[in-house]
């Protein structure tokens, strides 16, 4: 009886060894590890993003050519910039391609979207189809269109003078088969978006705008587009700011021609800055676009957002 009774203590402790794990411990645990699998990525991000940045505003008050000895010339570069007529022109293209590309690639998604959205047969494959520009890469699908645009489409529309003289040597309107490119493409991610907007509008809306004898028009109007609109903001503020951005597809449809008619601003910028020599003057040129990207999205999440009060 009485080893018995001394084994029974003996049992316990074996049993509940070490103090007990508190949910105060454990969430503890969790976070030192959360903030392991973070570090990596904030050291990489620092060394291959904040580095290289920081780096070119520094040269941006040089007159660094990208070799040899320099000199700071302070804010001559930054002033020169506001004088130079191919700057100009570049920035002028950029804003004209990018603001043409956004207003198609968001009517044209939008609408396919909507088509997406309803009932139709074979609705999931559609939507994979629709999606496939986007896993493809932009200099191989421009080098395809490329193809397209001077040699395929002036033999099957030859009878359109435009198309019939290859539309990428004209220099009034090589820019539109760099949209045309672009919208294409982007339309697939976009689509996405507001798919999954139109997704969260509950079916008895329309259901009721229906018995109320609401066109579809006036539903669009009334419930669809107020109901996404949030969606609206993100999309217009991604594709503003990727179409100023334009590089790949110019460099496999026009390379920035013909002469200079489609040389976007971050062409420039790689053109002067890593073969012309003007790497510091190239690099106040990085900065000053930096913050003419960062002032037009913000300028379209303030007057998006307000519109989004207004619905």
């Known amino acids: 009886m009485t080893s018995s009774t001394q084994a029974l203590p003996a049992a316990r402790g074996a049993g509940t060894a070490g103090p007990p794990t508190t949910p105060r411990r454990t969430k503890d645990r969790a976070q030192r590890t959360f903030y392991w699998m973070v570090w990596p990525a904030v050291i990489a991000f620092f060394l291959f993003h904040t580095i290289p940045v920081l780096v070119g505003i520094f040269y941006s008050f040089t007159n660094y050519a990208g070799y040899g000895a320099w000199n700071f010339v302070g ?146 109007s009334s419930i669809t587009f107020p109901l996404i609109s949030a969606f609206f903001t993100i999309n217009v503020v991604l594709s503003l700011k990727g179409f100023l951005q334009v590089f790949d597809q110019i460099v496999a449809l026009t390379n920035g021609g013909p002469g200079t008619a489609t040389e976007s601003v971050t062409l420039l910028i790689f053109r002067g800055g890593f073969s012309g020599g003007e790497f510091a003057y190239q690099s106040a040129n990085a900065v000053i676009f930096f913050i003419v990207i960062t002032i037009v999205s913000l300028f379209q999440f303030k007057v998006l957002q307000r519109r989004e009060a207004d619905f």
Do not use: H
Not at 114 to 141: D, H, Q, S, T
Not at 163 to 176: F, K, R
Not at 180 to 191: D, G, H, P, S, Y
């Open 75 to 220: 804010l001559s570069n930054y002033a020169n910039l506001f004088k130079d007529d191919r700057i100009l022109a570049a920035y002028g293209f950029s804003f004209l391609f990018a603001i043409a590309a956004t207003v198609l690639t968001n009517a044209i998604s939008l609408a396919i979207a909507m088509g997406l959205n309803a009932k139709i047969m074979a609705r999931n494959l559609w939507r994979g189809v629709y999606f496939v520009p986007y896993v493809l890469a932009a200099l191989v699908i421009g080098y395809v269109f490329q193809f397209l645009f001077s040699s395929s489409l002036p033999k099957i529309l030859s009878g359109i003078p435009l198309i019939a003289d290859n539309i990428l040597t004209n220099e009034t309107w090589a820019w539109t088969a760099i949209v045309a490119l672009a919208v294409w493409q982007a339309c697939a991610f976009t689509i996405i978006i507001y798919l999954s907007g139109l997704q969260t509008i509950p079916r008895e809306l329309y259901e009721a705008a229906s018995l109320d004898g609401a066109k579809p028009w006036r539903q669009f």
